[in-house]
């Protein structure tokens, strides 16, 4: 009797072993399979800010209630801190661009390429209260030296290029309808999709633009997301 009721306790246990290990497995499978279908966007605008276009681009992310990545070009911001602060306020990832933009500069040395960064981030760090680890190469980092590369990374900064652009750099003022079809030509099938705008002052049209790129990704259940 008491044999019996041993094992019955030993069959029991196994069988409430296998019902975990199996609820862990279908669990797990469940999460990646999510995981795998889920398309995000990543909305980024560089060169701004501006009095002209980066206002109107904020409203619009705030009628469509999705978050962006701004990447900061230092001496526009220096006098356009109220800008930074409404980015960040309203939930925006204030990233680091460059302080000059002047690549003849930027990228002559390693210690430039980092002189410059830190000088930008400093204008980031007096509107947000910190400095910021993510950064984007003036140009992209396409082409760029692994010594430069390195630098950026051995310093703990995280550069992200794109994939998908609005073509907004190419043209002095290319209408709506041409960065909107840029956009979704660039962007066809890729699940993880991150943008390249621009929100410096000639990009009026890019701002224009904007309602409607989200409106697509947001008809092909894209998820928005800021880095
Ligand atoms: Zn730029």
């Known amino acids: ?18 019902l975990v290990m199996c609820s862990q497995f279908f669990k797990k499978n469940a999460s990646f399979a999510e995981a795998s279908t889920e398309k995000t966007i990543y909305l980024t605008f560089d060169d701004g800010p501006s009095d002209r276009v980066t206002p109107k681009i904020l409203d619009i992310l705030k009628e469509e209630n999705v978050k962006a990545t701004f990447f900061i070009v ?3 911001a220096e006098n356009r801190k109220y800008l930074l602060e409404r980015e960040f306020e309203e939930g925006h990832t204030v990233a680091v661009h460059s302080y000059s933009h002047k690549y003849s500069e930027i990228y002559s040395s390693r210690e430039s390429l980092l002189k410059d960064i830190n000088k930008c981030n400093e204008v980031i760090k007096s509107v947000t209260g910190s400095y910021s680890d993510i950064y984007r190469f003036p140009g992209g980092s396409y082409g760029l030296s692994d010594k430069l590369i390195s630098a950026v990374k051995d310093c703990g900064l995280k550069y992200v290029d794109w994939n ?11 209408p709506p ?3 909107y079809k840029s956009t979704i030509d660039t962007a066809k099938g890729r699940d993880k999709v991150v943008l390249l705008a621009h929100d410096s002052t000639t990009k009026t ?8 790129i989200i409106k697509y990704f947001k008809s092909q259940n894209y998820v928005f997301k800021s880095f």
């Open 74 to 76: 230092g001496t526009s």
């Open 205 to 212: 049209t890019t701002a224009k633009a904007l309602k409607n």
């Open 177 to 179: 309808e041409i960065l």
């Open 1 to 18: 009797m008491n044999r019996n009721y041993h094992a019955y306790c030993a069959i029991l246990l196994a069988f409430a072993l296998i």
């Open 164 to 174: 998908a652009s609005t073509r907004d750099a190419e043209y002095y003022s290319a």
